[in-house]
């Protein structure tokens, strides 16, 4: 008998523990959604039947995490869950200061009021959210500089994550002193979650060494962008993960990092990079809010699971199974009619709203309108990652956003197919009434990070 093929990718994993689900109706959730303000961050978990929010601290934690909670050591300095975890991180990113941080956006804060300030220029393939108001917090300006192709929803190149690397270098030259480092960000995750070659990274590293700038990683995804190097760039199609983690890390002076994503943590982040001084005056603002060094903000049993989360996202079995399952989304979904952004990256199915409801216009919200009538069908909560997130500029005016996505980020070994084709179903239900969406109109937001805590009303 020939070896068996199999087409479908199971689950790597079998279920330990689990956590009911509640089932709501439409009705039900017509009057949650209207409570929160036409606002899906404001909905009540409990009214939500299937989580995409986001795939930020919202995983399964495996077995071997839970216990290894149970070695937590508490001490308030020098706990040996510290150097557990500062040991896993080097494992794979081998800085020589390794900052802990109670999540990513703490270690962009802390990074950014060292480095940033009224005047400077950081460039990014495409900051995150917080990200972006993190740098702009400080004065500083945040500037996208991610390739052409990225623009193109529909375009299948294989790196949509790069760096316009003509760009950063013509930005370098004009603003040499104003730039203090240069981010890249891993998977583009505003863009789509799309990956960053390492020939770009080459390339990017040898423009930052010609003006003397220091490159930093935005990690977040770093696992799921390794496995799509594997996937996608010719030459590195039989090696390990961890090799190409490490190919990545050399090109890098320092990262800041979210520990929710592919570190498989609950909550946790880092900030590592080489430079004595620099790492000096990152601790001094670390202590001030974070707490002591060695456990910055995070339970030592944090630092635990952590350090286990990063020694299991490298296995090829996750990590084929990870991409294989957020693509097999992604497909159903375009199969279905549904425009959705190309090629599907790791953690995510993008939905391109603003090609789907052609009939609303980006200042009225597209992706809104998308994300809460799928909530209203199906119980699916969704994201929005369009002109509700990033049209509002710092002055206050409003502009569309390169792209009206909203994005089904799919929380790490959580779900099974089963409840994606639930998803896809609820999905083809709102496409098939597609044109009688509507509009919104947003009556109350805050000056950043409107899309938190922003109150909006359906038009006519
Ligand atoms: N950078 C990227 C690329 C991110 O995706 C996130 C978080 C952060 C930084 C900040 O990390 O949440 O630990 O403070 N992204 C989440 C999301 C919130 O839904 O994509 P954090």
């Known amino acids: 008998m020939d070896a068996p093929t199999f087409r479908t990718i199971i689950e790597p994993f079998r279920i330990h523990s689990v956590e009911p689900l509640r089932m709501t109706t439409p009705q039900h959730r017509r009057e949650a959604v209207q409570e929160a303000g036409f606002n899906l961050f404001q909905v009540h978990a409990q009214d939500v039947l299937i989580d995409l929010l986001t795939d930020s601290g919202t995983g399964a934690m ?3 995490q839970w216990a290894a909670l149970q070695h937590g050591d508490e001490s308030y300095a020098g706990s040996p869950s510290f150097y557990v975890f500062r040991d896993a991180v080097r494992e794979l990113f081998p800085f020589e200061h390794v900052i802990p941080t109670h999540q990513g956006r703490a270690a962009e804060r802390i990074l950014f009021s060292v480095l940033g300030g009224p005047g400077r220029i950081v460039p990014n393939n495409t900051h995150f959210d917080t990200t972006r108001a993190n740098v702009e917090h400080t004065g500083a300006t945040a500037v996208d500089l991610v390739v052409p192709e990225a623009h193109d929803p529909a375009s299948s190149w294989p790196f949509k994550g790069d760096m316009d690397v003509p760009a950063l270098e013509a930005l370098l030259h004009e603003h ?3 730039v203090p480092l240069v981010m890249m960000t891993i998977t583009n995750n505003s863009g789509g979650g799309q990956p960053v070659s390492l020939a770009n990274l080459r390339r990017v590293r040898e423009v930052c060494d010609r003006y003397g700038k220091p490159l930093f990683l935005d990690a977040c995804r770093f696992a799921e962008n390794a496995w799509l190097i594997r996937e996608r760039e010719p030459g590195w199609s039989g090696h390990d993960v961890t090799e190409i983690v490490h190919e990545i890390a050399a090109l890098a002076d320092g990262m800041t990092m979210s520990a929710k994503k592919d570190p498989m943590g609950n909550i946790g982040g880092w900030l590592a990079m080489d430079d004595d001084d620099l790492a000096r005056r990152c601790r001094e603002l670390l202590v001030l809010t974070e707490g002591f060094p060695t456990y910055g903000g995070l339970a030592g049993r944090d ?3 952590v350090a286990q989360g990063l020694r299991e996202v490298v296995h090829h079995d996750y990590l084929r199974y990870r991409v294989r399952s957020t693509a097999y989304l992604g497909e159903s979904l375009l199969a279905a009619g ?4 190309q090629p599907v990256g790791g953690h995510a199915v993008y939905v391109d709203a603003r090609a789907m409801l052609p009939h609303i216009p980006p200042l ?6 998308f994300a809460v009538a799928l909530y209203e069908a199906g119980g699916v909560r969704s994201c929005e990652i369009g002109t509700v997130m990033f049209g509002r500029r710092p002055d206050g005016t409003e502009v569309p956003a390169a792209l009206d996505l909203v994005r089904l980020a799919i929380p790490r070994r959580t779900y099974t197919q089963s409840h994606m084709d639930y998803v896809i179903e609820a999905c083809r239900h709102v496409a098939a009434h ?6 919104y109109r947003i009556v109350d937001e805050p000056p950043t990070l409107r899309h938190f805590t922003a109150r909006f009303e359906p038009l006519e």
Request: hydrophobic share 35%.
């Open 62 to 64: 495996s077995r071997d």
């Open 176 to 178: 040499t002193d104003e």
């Open 303 to 305: 630092l635990e699971a």
């Open 338 to 341: 549904i425009p959705v952004l």
């Open 364 to 369: 009225q919200y597209p992706g809104q309108a």
């Open 434 to 439: 597609a044109d009688r969406l509507v509009g």
